[in-house]
Each structure stands twice: as structure tokens, then as C-alpha cells.
């Protein structure tokens, strides 16, 4: 026996919200940076976070920035480049929130040096936070999400940071543009073995953003010059302005979106990386 299929109504369709009231995330690398500003971003919209990151001090005063927009917020101090840790992490997280809806995964590393100067240990240290610790965390996310109640059209939502190095490279970073690399084609394929449980799973890709850990670059204005001359738009990202693609990709507007990545860089990467 067939059913019936027959095109939507007009008068069925009802404008998705970007609000995430009753919802629930976990950020990883969420004390501080651009996985602050994502925690932020959801919260604001109504979501209750839980954040993991290595530095306790940090998450309290990050939780205590969540807890100001009348949103709860839990702390999880984990080492990310610990995959059994992480998978520990996102089930807590689920417990303590009572269902996980959101996975942000904002941890991340980098380090700088000629290709000819990289260590086993260098590799093994980077791939394992940035998508090991990725990979298992966001496995163990899908994991839970797909046996919640469906009381919407995704059971969950997974947003991967990516980076530029998605589709251009700079010197001296080779093993984080590898990562990365592997982390754009991990949300494809994640993208299509979720799909069947209506989980979507996307990337945010931020260029050149002005963070505490890039301060000596950009308070420094010979060095600040010389860094936004590839950006069209003539400056450095805020973190405050990954809140778009953040709550887009988190929300019931993105239902029928998985498998992207969104170059959030001041046109970077559509101007190829030349110099403005």
C-alpha cells in the first residue's frame, strides 16, 4: 500500500523562528573566544548551556556571563584531546540539562611553525582536539539526539567551527589546515548518516577575529594592517558576529540545511586571499 504524496499548503507553512526557548546546548571550548560568543549567542535566544573547556576559571566566569541573560549554565572542565573524556562530557550534559539539542564544537588549537618543523607529538596533541575530540564528541551527541522525542522537524542540531583553512592556507599551519580539512569533510559525511534521523549537522568557518589570543596581532597596527590586507572588509571578525551564522544553524530556520559550511571572514575567501 502507497501514500499519498501531495505538495504543502500555502496556509501549512509557517515561518521558522531563530528563537531556542526550551532548548539545550553544549559548546566545547566555551570559556572563552568565539565558543563564548556561540554559548552567548544561543543563550540569548533562550537556550540553556552547558561548557566544556580545560580551564575551570574560565567556565565560571563564562557561566556567570550565561547565567546574566537569565539562562541556566553548567560547568564541565574537560580535556578535549581526551575522546573518552569528551563522550563523558556530552553525556553529563545531557544529565544535567535533561535532553541535549545542541552541540557546538568550538574547541580548537593551533601551531605555528615551518612544515619542516612539526612533531609526531605536534600532530598527535592538534588531531586530537580538533577532531578526534570532534569527532567522538559529536558522535555521542547524534547518539542521544536520536533517541529523544521528536517534538520538532530535527531532533538536534551539530555546529562544527570550522576555519578559512576549509578553502585557503596561510604558511606555517599546515597541521591545523589539515584538521580543518578533515573537519569540513567530517560534517559532510556526518551530515548524511544523521540525516535519516533528522539530525543536521553544519560548519561555521570564521576568518581573522580579534580574540584575546590574537591581541598582540591586532592592537599592534603595523601587524593589524598587514592582517586585514586580505579582507575585503577591511578588518578583523568580533566574536560577537559569529552570533548569526551560530543561532541560524541552531534553529528551526535551518531544518532543511545540513552538510554546509558558512565562511563567516569579511569576504576573505571570495576575494581568493589577495591583498585588498
Keep these: 500500500m502507497t501514500t499519498e504524496r501531495r505538495m504543502p499548503l500555502d496556509s501549512e507553512f509557517q515561518m521558522p523562528s531563530f528563537r531556542l ?5 553544549l559548546v566545547t571550548g566555551g570559556g572563552r573566544g ?29 557561566a556567570e556571563m550565561i547565567r546574566a541573560t537569565g539562562r541556566k549554565a553548567f560547568i564541565l572542565p ?4 581526551d575522546a573518552e573524556a569528551v563522550q563523558a562530557t556530552v553525556r553529563k550534559a545531557a544529565e544535567q540539562l535533561g535532553r541535549l539539542d545542541i552541540l557546538v564544537n568550538a574547541a580548537g588549537i593551533n601551531f605555528r611553525k615551518p612544515w619542516d618543523s612539526f612533531t609526531i607529538e605536534d600532530w598527535d596533541t592538534l588531531m586530537a582536539v580538533n577532531i578526534k575530540g570532534a569527532f567522538f564528541a559529536a558522535q555521542e551527541a547524534a547518539r542521544i539526539m536520536r533517541n529523544q522525542p521528536a517534538s520538532r522537524a530535527c531532533r538536534g542540531k551539530i555546529i562544527n567551527v570550522g576555519s578559512i583553512a576549509f578553502e585557503i592556507v596561510v604558511p606555517n599551519v599546515a597541521l591545523y589546515a589539515i584538521s580543518k580539512g578533515g573537519m569540513r569533510q567530517m560534517t559532510r559525511a556526518l551530515a548524511v548518516d544523521l540525516a535519516k534521523y533528522n539530525i543536521c549537522v553544519n560548519a561555521v568557518a570564521p576568518g581573522r ?24 572588509m577591511g578588518r578583523p571578525g568580533l566574536p560577537a558576529e559569529l552570533a548569526g551564522a551560530t543561532v541560524l544553524f541552531a534553529s528551526d530556520a535551518s531544518d532543511y540545511i545540513s552538510g554546509q559550511s558558512v565562511m563567516v571572514d569579511g569576504g576573505w575567501t571570495a576575494g581568493a586571499g589577495v591583498k585588498a
Design 21 to 25: 526557548d526550551g532548548r539545550t546546548a
Design 34 to 62: 568565539l565558543g563564548l560568543a556561540m554559548a552567548q549567542a544561543l543563550a540569548h535566544q533562550g537556550a540553556d548551556i552547558a561548557l566544556a573547556s580545560r580551564t575551570e576559571s574560565e567556565l565560571e566566569t563564562a
Design 78 to 81: 574537560t580535556d578535549v584531546g
Design 209 to 232: 577575529f580579534w580574540t584575546k589570543m590574537t591581541d598582540s596581532v591586532f592592537s599592534n597596527p603595523e601587524l593589524y594592517d598587514s592582517a586585514v590586507s586580505v579582507i575585503p
